[in-house]
């Protein structure tokens, strides 16, 4: 196995890690639990390691959210979509603004409705509606996004990005 590799995928365990504790850090806005870490998260992983890496970290932090629960099964779709159009749109432009775009189109306006037929047909929620999830979600996705704005422009003007994905793929 590749040592890249398993750099990768212990980096993804730590983040889907980071976003299970972070989901400590929630509110609820009409029947969601907003976790703006997980958005957070979402935006790290797509810079960093890439769509799978996201997604898979995405998929992992709402599993174990869910099993202690922490989150609902709206985590999924919000998560996973966001952790994916990021990192494609990251993957194929290069720019961070890109990323961003990608999570909060991806998280607020595709996961918000993905989130409808989960709450109407496996949660059981007759009130849920196409665009029930959409606000709820873009304001945990908003959150998560500044926070992750922040953090990866300080990343990229020490230079420590461009080290932290020279050392990954070594």
Do not use: D, W
Request: glycine fraction near 10%; proline fraction near 4%; hydrophobic fraction near 60%.
């Amino acid at each position: 196995m590749k040592k890249s590799y398993i750099k990768k995928i212990a980096l993804t365990a730590v983040f889907a890690a980071l976003a299970v504790v972070g989901s400590f850090v929630s509110f609820p806005v009409f029947g969601a639990k907003c976790a703006p870490v997980q958005h957070f998260i979402n935006i790290i992983c797509a810079v960093i390691l890439g769509p799978a890496y996201g997604v898979a970290a995405a998929f992992v932090s709402s599993l174990i959210r869910n099993l202690l629960g922490l989150g609902t099964l709206l985590a999924f779709p919000g998560s996973m979509v966001g952790a994916l159009l990021a990192g494609l749109l990251y993957m194929f432009f290069k720019k961070l603004p890109f990323a961003y775009i990608g999570e909060v189109v991806g998280t607020g306006l595709i996961g918000g409705m993905l989130a409808y037929p989960i709450a109407a047909f496996i949660m059981g929620n007759a009130k849920a509606a196409l665009f029930t999830f959409v606000v709820p979600f873009l304001i945990s996705t908003c959150g998560g996004t500044i926070i992750a704005i922040a953090v990866t422009v300080a990343l990229k003007q020490t230079g420590v990005l461009s080290k932290i994905k020279t050392e990954l793929n070594s």
